[in-house]
C-alpha cells in the first residue's frame, strides 16, 4: 500500500530542502571536499543523502507504536521512487528559475556555480535529468531499504557508515595512522578522498563485522551493566578509556588536538551550565559572563602587560583567586534574579551577559581590561621540569583540559547525587511545594549559580593560558547560546551527555568562533544548530545521551496514556508491543 | 490548658494582595495534640492562612507565632525546620518524580536519618502507596495522590501538619477513610490544623473549629459547639 498523500508531501519537502540547501550555497561549498577520489564530493552526498532520508521516511509510513509497518521492500522502493521524483521536479524547477532569472543581488548564491553544481556541470537540460534520475534512484533505493531485512540493513548501514566516516574524518584517520604512512598512501588519494577501492574493502569489513560479530556489542554491553560478574569488566572497560584518553593526543597531531581543547572548553561550560538549567531549572542565557571572569581574571594576574595592575602571578596561584571572583560573580548575578521565574530570568541573564562584554569594551574601564585591545602576553601554565605549556603545544595542554573536565564531571556526578541534587529537582519541578518541605530555593539557587560560575571559570583560565590573549569578542552572547545548544542536545541533566554534545556540535561542526574537523560546516554551522535544536525539541528532547531521571520525565506519560487499556492496572509497556507484534 | 504556649498562634493578623485586604485581624491558638479545623466557603481566605502560616504570604500587620516565637520574618523553609508541613491544595506532588522519590524528599529535612520506620508507617497508613513505589506520581489516580501527599508530608515527622481541603476531588467513602486517617494521625500525636469546606465531615473528628468568612473569623469553638450552633447548622451545615 502506497499512500500517496504522503509521498506528495514529503517528495514536496524534499524538492524543497534540497533547492534549499543549493540555495544557500551548501552544495557548492560541500563539492569542494572529495570523500571518494574521483567525482564523490561532499555536496553530493549531501544531495543523495537527503534524498535517501526521505525515500526511507515515506516508505516508514507514519509511526503508530500499536501497528508494526509493513516491511516490503517493493512498495517502499516505489513509495521512495515517487517522493525523489517529486523532489527531484522540484528541484530541476528551482534550478531551471536560477539559470533564468537573475536573482544574485537579493540572493547572492543564486548565480551560475549553483546551476552548475546541481546539474554536475551537465548544462541545464541534460544535467537536470540526470539530477531528478539520480535522486529519484537514490529515494528508491531509501524506501527499499526499508523493506530489506534486518541483516541487510545493518550490514548496509555499516558498510556505508564507516565508508562515510573514513572519508569525512580523513585527517584523524591519516594521522592515527601516521606510523604507517605507506597504508595512508593507499587509503586516501594524494588529493584527498578516499581510493575508490579502499571503499569497497572498508565498506565490504564493515559489512563482514557487522554479521560476523551481529548481537555481540549489545551482549557486551549488557556483561558490563551487569553488577556482579561486570564489576571486573567494567574495570578494564574504564582503564581502557583512561589509556585511550591519555594515548591518543600522542598519536593525533596539533589541528585534532586543537580542536580537542576547544570542545574541552565547551564540555566544562556546558557541565556548568547544566548545572544551572539542567539541574536547577535556572535558565540563564549569560552563562558566558562566567567565562569572561575567568579568562580576563587569568589574563589580569598573570600577564606582564595587564594595563592596571600587573602582579604577575603564576597560572596557578591565580587559579584559585579567579574561581572566588567567579564564585562572587555568581552570588552577585543570581542574588538579583533569585525571585524570577522562567522566561524573566531568561531575559535578565541575557542581559546580563552583555552588560559583561560591553563594560569590558568600555572606554571607562579600559584602563583596566585593556577595551578593545584586550590583554595580551598571557603566558601559559608553568609545569616544573617542562617550562610553561600554552596553545603552541596543544599535545600537552590537552591533558590540562582533560583534567579540569574530570573534575568538573566529578563536582557534576557528586552533586546530581547528593541531597542537593535532589532539592534542585525538586525545586524544578515545583518551587512552592519545595519551599514547604524546608527546601531553601534562596541558597539552592544560589549555590547552582556559583557551581556553574567556577565551572566556567575553570574554561576561561584554561582559555587565556591557551591563547595568551584575551578580547571581548571571544565572549559575546552567541558562546552563551551555543553552550545552551550543547546541553539540550546532549541531553539536559546528563554528563555524558554534555560531553557528547560538545564533542559533535564544538570538535566536528565548528564552535562559535572557530571551525571544527568538518571545516565546509563552519559557514553553515549556526543554521545546523538551529535545525538540530528544532528537530530535538520535536523528536528527542530529552537529549542524545539523556539522563535516566530526564528521560523518564518526559516518556513515562506515553505509557501511561494507554495504561486505560489494561484492565488490570498492572501495566508495563512490554505487553503493548507483544499484542502490537502478535 | 490556656496558660500553655500555643503550638501555632495568630495574633491579630492582617494580609493583604496588592490592595486588596484578605485576612481581617484574625486570631488563632492550636495547643500540642489539638485538631482544629478551619472553616469556610470559597475565596473566604483559608488559602492565604495557611500560607501565612508558612511564610508564603507575609502578614501586614499582626504575628505569627511558632512555640510562642515570633516567626513573622522568617523564610519558609526555616518555619518549615520547626516542625510545621503542609499538604497542599491539590496535592502537587513532584509529578515527574516517582512515588518513593517524592517520600524520600518529603523527609529532605532529615538528611542521614534512617527513614525506614517512617516508610513503614506510611505504607501502614496507606497501602496502596507500597504498590505504587515506581510509579510517576502524576500518573496516580486522584485518591492515589492525595494518600502519597500525606506520606509526603508525615516522612517530614511534623509536630503540626496543615492541610488544605483534603477531601476535595474524593469520592465520599474516599474522603471518610480520609478523614479516618487524620485522626489516626492526630492520634499518634501529631497536632492538625485542616482547612475544610466539608464542616461536618471537618467536626466530626475535630477538637475545635474556626469559621472564616471574608477573612474575618466569625465563629471560633469546640466541634460540638460549632455543630449545635443554629447560625453554623444554616449556613455550613447544609440545613435550612
Ligand atoms: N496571589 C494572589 N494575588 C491576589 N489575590 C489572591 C492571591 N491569592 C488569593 N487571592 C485572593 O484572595 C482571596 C482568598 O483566597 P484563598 O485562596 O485564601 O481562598 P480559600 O478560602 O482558600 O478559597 P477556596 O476554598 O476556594 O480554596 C480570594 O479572593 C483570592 O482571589
Ligand atoms: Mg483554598
Redesign the interface.
Known amino acids: 500500500m502506497i499512500d500517496l498523500k504522503r509521498v506528495r508531501t514529503f517528495g514536496l519537502i524534499a524538492g524543497g530542502t534540497l533547492s534549499f540547501v543549493a540555495a544557500i550555497g551548501m552544495v557548492e561549498s560541500f563539492n569542494e571536499r572529495t570523500l571518494i577520489n574521483p567525482g564523490i564530493t561532499m555536496g553530493l552526498l549531501l544531495i543523495l543523502g537527503i534524498a535517501a532520508v526521505f525515500g526511507y521516511i515515506v516508505a516508514a509510513g507514519k509511526p503508530n507504536p500499536l501497528v508494526e509497518t509493513a516491511r516490503d521492500s517493493r512498495s517502499g522502493g516505489i513509495a521512495g521512487g515517487l517522493t525523489g521524483a517529486i523532489a527531484g521536479v522540484v528541484t530541476s524547477l528551482f534550478v531551471l528559475f536560477v539559470d533564468t532569472f537573475d536573482v544574485s543581488e537579493f540572493f547572492p548564491n543564486m548565480r551560475e556555480p549553483l546551476v552548475e553544481a546541481m546539474t554536475f556541470e551537465l548544462g541545464v537540460p541534460v544535467g537536470l535529468l540526470v539530477l531528478t534520475a539520480v535522486v529519484t534512484a537514490t529515494a528508491a533505493a531509501g524506501g527499499a531499504f526499508h523493506g530489506m531485512s534486518d541483516s541487510f540493513r545493518a550490514g548496509m548501514s555499516r558498510a556505508l557508515g564507516w565508508v562515510v566516516a573514513f572519508a569525512l574524518f580523513e585527517l584523524v584517520v591519516s594521522e592515527i595512522l601516521d606510523f604507517a604512512d605507506p597504508l595512508v598512501d593507499l587509503i586516501y588519494a594524494p588529493r584527498g578522498g578516499l581510493q575508490p577501492w579502499a571503499a569497497v574493502i572498508i565498506g565490504a569489513l564493515a559489512w563482514w563485522l557487522s554479521t560476523r560479530y551481529k548481537g555481540r556489542g549489545e551482549a557486551f554491553t549488557e556483561r558490563v551493566k551487569d553488577s556482579e560478574a561486570g564489576s571486573r569488566l567494567r574495570r578494564s572497560v574504564i582503564l581502557f578509556g583512561v589509556a585511550a584518553v591519555i594515548i591518543l593526543p600522542m598519536i593525533v597531531g596539533g589541528v585534532v588536538n586543537e580542536l580537542l581543547i576547544t570542545s574541552g572548553l565547551f564540555i566544562l561550560m556546558g557541565l556548568g551550565l547544566n548545572i544551572v538549567v539542567g539541574l536547577a531549572g535556572l535558565l540563564d542565557l549569560g552563562y558566558v559572563a562566567f567565562f569572561a571572569v575567568g579568562a580576563y581574571g587569568t589574563a589580569i594576574l598573570t600577564s606582564p602587560s595587564s594595563p592596571a595592575f600587573a602582579p604577575g602571578l603564576s597560572w596557578w596561584i591565580a587559579l584559585p583567586i579567579v574561581m572566588v571572583l567567579a564564585a562572587i560573580a555568581g552570588l552577585f548575578v543570581g542574588t538579583p534574579v533569585i525571585r524570577m521565574r522562567g522566561d524573566y530570568l531568561a531575559i535578565v541573564t541575557l542581559g546580563f551577559g552583555e552588560i559583561v562584554r560591553i563594560l569590558l569594551l568600555s572606554d571607562w574601564l579600559t584602563p583596566i581590561f585593556g577595551g578593545a585591545q584586550g590583554i595580551t602576553r598571557i603566558p601559559g601554565i608553568p609545569v616544573p621540569g617542562a617550562g610553561t605549556i600554552s596553545g603552541t603545544d596543544p599535545q600537552l595542554f590537552i591533558y590540562f583540559t582533560f583534567m579540569f573536565v574530570l573534575l568538573a564531571a566529578y563536582i557534576s556526578y557528586r552533586a546530581q547525587n547528593s541531597?542537593i541534587g535532589?532539592?534542585w529537582?525538586?525545586m524544578r519541578?515545583?518551587e512552592?511545594?519545595a519551599?514547604?518541605?524546608?527546601?531553601?530555593?534562596?541558597q539552592a539557587k544560589l549555590l547552582a549559580f556559583v557551581t556553574g560560575a567556577v565551572i566556567a571559570s575553570f574554561a576561561g583560565a584554561l582559555f587565556s593560558a591557551k591563547v595568551g590573549t584575551v578580547f571581548t569578542n571571544s565572549f559575546d552572547v552567541l558562546v552563551s547560546i551555543i553552550i545552551l545548544v550543547v546541553v539540550i542536545v546532549g541531553g539536559m541533566g546528563s554528563i555524558r551527555g554534555v560531553v557528547v554534545g560538545a564533542l559533535v556540535l564544538i570538535g566536528i561542526l565548528g564552535g562559535p568562533k572557530s571551525p571544527g574537523l568538518l571545516a565546509e560546516f563552519s559557514e553553515f554551522k549556526l543554521l545546523i544548530y538551529g535545525a538540530l535544536l528544532v528537530y530535538m525539541m520535536l523528536k528527542r528532547p530529552e537529549g542524545l545521551l539523556p539522563s535516566v531521571r530526564r528521560s523518564?520525565?518526559l516518556h513515562?506519560?506515553d505509557l501511561?496514556q494507554d495504561?486505560w487499556l489494561d484492565k488490570g492496572g498492572d501495566f508495563t509497556g512490554d505487553s503493548a508491543e507483544e499484542e502490537a507484534t502478535t | 490548658m490556656t496558660s500553655r504556649t500555643p503550638v501555632l498562634s495568630f495574633k491579630g493578623v492582617n494580609t493583604h494582595y496588592g490592595a486588596v485586604h484578605i485576612l481581617k485581624d484574625v486570631d488563632i491558638d492550636i495547643y500540642a495534640g489539638e485538631m482544629v479545623s478551619l472553616l469556610g466557603g470559597n475565596a473566604s481566605g483559608k488559602t492565604t492562612t495557611l500560607k501565612t502560616i508558612l511564610g508564603y504570604v507575609k502578614p501586614t500587620s499582626g504575628q505569627v507565632l511558632l512555640d510562642g516565637e515570633d516567626v513573622s520574618d522568617w523564610p519558609t523553609a526555616e518555619r518549615v525546620g520547626r516542625g510545621v508541613t503542609m499538604v497542599p491544595e491539590n496535592r502537587r506532588l513532584f509529578k515527574r518524580m516517582t512515588v518513593k522519590e517524592n517520600l524520600e524528599i518529603g523527609a529532605y529535612l532529615r538528611p542521614g536519618e534512617d527513614l525506614s520506620s517512617d516508610y513503614d508507617r506510611v505504607f501502614e497508613l496507606f497501602p496502596r502507596v507500597k504498590e505504587r513505589l515506581a510509579q510517576k506520581a502524576g500518573t496516580l489516580s486522584g485518591g492515589e495522590q492525595q494518600m502519597v501527599a500525606m506520606g509526603r508530608a508525615l516522612m517530614a515527622r511534623p509536630k503540626v501538619l496543615l492541610m488544605d481541603e483534603p477531601s476535595m476531588g474524593l469520592a465520599p467513602v474516599l474522603v471518610a477513610q480520609n478523614f479516618e486517617i487524620i485522626e489516626r494521625i492526630n492520634k499518634a500525636g501529631t497536632t492538625v490544623f485542616v482547612v475544610e469546606q466539608n464542616a461536618n465531615m471537618a467536626l466530626s473528628i475535630a477538637d475545635r473549629g474556626y469559621v472564616l468568612q471574608t477573612g474575618k473569623i466569625v465563629l471560633d469553638d469546640t466541634a460540638e459547639g460549632l455543630l449545635a450552633n443554629p447560625q453554623m447548622r444554616q449556613a455550613y451545615l447544609g440545613e435550612v
Open positions: 541531597r535532589r532539592s529537582a525538586a519541578e515545583d512552592d511545594v519551599e514547604a518541605i524546608g527546601i531553601s530555593t534562596v523518564r520525565e513515562g506519560e501511561t495504561a
